[in-house]
T-cell receptor, first 116, second 117 residues
Framework: DAGITQSPRHKVTETGTPVTLRCHQTENHRYMYWYRQDPGHGLRLIHYSYGVKDTDKGEVSDGYSVSRSKTEDFLLTLESATSSQTSVYFC???????????????FGPGTRLTVL | AQKVTQAQTEISVVEKEDVTLDCVYETRDTTYYLFWYKQPPSGELVFLIRRNSFDEQNEISGRYSWNFQKSTSSFNFTITASQVVDSAVYFCALSEAYGGATNKLIFGTGTLLAVQP
């Protein structure tokens, strides 16, 4: 158990509204990631963080922003939600403090977001 | 560019049958890592195995085994004597060493395995 929680676990919102998803970890991991899971696409990286206030874009970052003001929290924000952002969102941490390739990633339970 | 292909979208077997899930990857790196994750119907993602590109030995863990072949860029996963509890979506993923310390994973699209009693 990597001590990762996500909130909310389910959310329904309307197009154009802002949405913030929270990922919280209890074990002081340096590297954190946000992925989205969609049928036919597997999981795709949205953004990642390699420390407090240090973030970078992933493969599908358009329409998303992130923030990390504390080691334990990594927030994903949809400034103006669209129906194409309906998805399951997973947060993950790297077991490596250095984000080394080959380190296992452990995932939170996921957040199911529906944008109407 | 790196890519992971899981050509089998869905597989259905009867309990106790053996089943192999295919994973083919593309990378220009000589150093890379391959992973398998399991996603049961409850939705969580469970880390199963990691293998680095320098270790081509097959690995066995109980009913699970993995066959890594660099010559064919494949990292296949076999479940022996399948059980209903093996029903899940299985993802193969790739991480490259080149590009710095970010450990970004590239996932395949997943294979849904249904084990019928």
């Amino acid at each position: 158990d990597a001590g990762i929680t996500q909130s909310p676990r389910h959310k329904v919102t309307e197009t154009g509204t802002p949405v913030t998803l929270r990922c919280h970890q209890t074990e002081n991991h340096r590297y954190m990631y946000w992925y989205r899971q969609d049928p036919g696409h597997g999981l795709r990286l949205i953004h990642y963080s390699y420390g407090v206030k240090d973030t970078d874009k992933g493969e599908v970052s358009d329409g998303y922003s992130v923030s990390r003001s504390k080691t334990e929290d990594f927030l994903l924000t949809l400034e103006s939600a669209t129906s194409s952002q309906t998805s399951v969102y997973f947060c993950a941490i790297s077991e490596s403090s250095w984000g080394l390739a080959g380190a296992g990633q452990y995932f939170g339970p996921g957040t199911r977001l529906t944008v109407l | 560019a790196q890519k992971v292909t899981q050509a089998q979208t869905e597989i259905s077997v009867v309990e106790k049958e053996d089943v192999t899930l295919d994973c083919v990857y593309e990378t220009r790196d000589t150093t890379y890592y391959l992973f398998w994750y399991k996603q049961p119907p409850s939705g969580e993602l469970v880390f199963l195995i990691r293998r680095n590109s320098f270790d081509e030995q097959n690995e066995i863990s109980g009913r699970y085994s993995w066959n890594f072949q660099k010559s064919t860029s494949s990292f296949n996963f076999t479940i022996t004597a399948s059980q209903v509890v093996d029903s899940a979506v299985y993802f193969c993923a790739l991480s490259e060493a080149y590009g710095g310390a970010t450990n970004k994973l590239i996932f395949g699209t997943g294979t849904l395995l249904a084990v019928q009693p």
